[in-house]
């Protein structure tokens, strides 16, 4: 492939809404948000049955991911992430792989038989998101894909006359990598829900979920699939029947969500995205209190699927207006949405890991030069070795709530959410801890 259509398919691939993980320049000085009262933490809700040892937390692969840099840097990344496996997930097509299928019945594997590589030297338990789908299904010719259509036909979603053709690819990409048990169908609607002022397409996915869902049954009984990966947007105001101080959810979205679940063939677990902000990019009350959506959305879920296990695909705390903050605020609010999580029952959490080749790169869960964890994957990496979804969690409280809590028999977890030194007690013990400090502990 010419360099330039390779550069738009990372170009494309690495882009997403939850690339907005803000920077690590911004002004700490408590705002006129900040200064409200810090929103009271959330019961412990004791999560459904998952299979044995299921790691719980876990990230996505984007355009630039280790196996795109040398030989040497995939060694050292594999390495790191080994010695705490967790959840990997790739999409089939774009996001970091070439069309798997440029033309009916002809297949390049080349992409995605990395990215599997690098789960397996990893340790990872593989994850493949079943999007998107080739230029030939959704009115574009067959052959590679041009560099045009990646930038703007990628998420098209397929003409509904090629459903089975998708369906069939997927069921060929099930069969093919068999050490993949779990398969995400689709990604947030694409195509099927262009504005969200409207309703979506809710009928459309529904019929491609089901064939999708039965292909890959029919081909291999034993895989997981789930869906319908919808992004829960939420707004300041509004009619739904899901609102919090952090917002009102888009009745669209419970809608499309709730004729999936009526009409599907079948699921393992549902699929969900979302970010704590608003569509106009605020944080209600503010940065900490806004996290509260993602447990309101979990347990929403929870009792209306019969307590399905819930996967987050993606999740978002920074708004996308531009926001930048310093790097303590901007790991201090990522620990605490993921203390949201936990505590509210959550099955799967995947981190969008915002990966770049070289230079700044907020938020990625490696060093783009070296290899080595940076502050987001060493975050991901504790929560998956002492909060996986078998973990016992404990009501232990702070007496002073600004310090936020999350415990186990074994370790405990303290995070400042205020911009100066907290001193309270937790656990029984005296604590101090800095500007939006995140501290682990043993008990």
């Excluded at 002022?197 to 292909?215: C, I, M, Q, W």
């Excluded at 079948?266 to 970010?275: K, N, Q, S, T």
């Excluded at 007690?425 to 502990?441: A, C, F, H, M, N």
Aim: glycine share 10%.
């Amino acid at each position: 492939m010419a360099a330039a259509v390779m550069a738009a398919v990372l170009a494309v691939a690495s882009c997403s809404p939850g690339d907005t993980t803000g920077g690590t320049t911004g002004d700490a000085r408590p705002t006129a948000q900040e200064s409200t009262p810090p929103a009271a933490e959330g019961p412990i809700a004791k999560p459904p049955p998952v299979d044995a040892g299921w790691p719980r937390w876990g990230f996505t692969h984007t355009g630039v991911s280790a196996n795109n840099i040398s030989p040497g840097f995939e060694r050292t990344v594999a390495t790191a992430l080994a010695a705490t496996p967790m959840l990997q997930n790739q999409h089939i097509m774009g996001f970091g792989a070439l069309n798997p299928e440029p033309r009916r019945g002809e297949y390049f594997w080349e992409d995605l038989d990395s990215r599997l590589t690098l789960m397996r030297e990893s340790g990872g338990t593989p994850v493949l998101t079943l999007c998107c789908a080739p230029d030939w299904m959704k009115g574009g010719p067959e052959g590679p894909t041009e560099e045009s259509a990646w930038k703007e036909h990628l998420e098209d979603a397929p003409y509904p006359e090629h459903y089975d053709d998708f369906a069939r690819l997927a069921a060929t990409v099930a069969t093919r990598y068999t050490d993949v048990k779990y398969f995400m169908v689709w990604n947030e609607l694409k195509g099927f829900w262009k504005d969200h002022s409207k309703p979506a397409d809710f009928k459309g996915y529904t019929e491609l979920y089901n064939k999708v869902y039965t292909a890959v049954k029919a081909a291999r009984p034993d895989a997981k699939v789930g869906g319908p990966y919808i992004g829960f947007d939420s707004d300041n105001e509004g009619t739904s029947e899901l609102r919090g101080p952090w917002g009102v959810v888009n009745q669209n979205a419970l809608d499309a969500f709730a004729y999936w679940f009526k009409n599907k063939k079948g699921a393992d677990f549902v699929v969900v995205d979302g970010a704590s902000p608003t569509e106009t990019h605020e944080l209600r009350p503010d940065a900490f209190g806004a996290l509260g959506k993602f447990g309101a959305v979990t347990a929403w879920l929870r009792e209306r699927t019969g307590d399905l296990p819930v996967w987050w695909s993606e999740w978002y705390f920074v708004p996308e207006n531009g926001t930048t903050w310093d790097e303590p605020k901007r790991l201090a609010v990522q620990a605490v949405s993921m203390m949201e999580f936990a505590r509210s029952g959550v099955a799967t959490a995947l981190y969008w890991n915002p990966q770049a080749k070289d230079g700044a790169c907020v938020g990625c869960m490696w060093a783009p030069r070296t290899g080595e964890m940076r502050p987001s994957g060493t975050l991901v990496t504790e929560f998956t070795r002492w909060f996986p979804a078998g973990a016992e969690l404990e009501a232990v409280t702070s007496s002073d709530p600004r310090i936020r809590v999350l415990a186990q028999p074994r370790e405990l977890l303290m995070v400042n959410t205020a911009d100066k030194p907290v001193s309270a007690t937790v656990d029984g013990r005296q604590v101090t801890l800095q500007p939006y400090e995140i501290k682990w502990s043993g008990r």
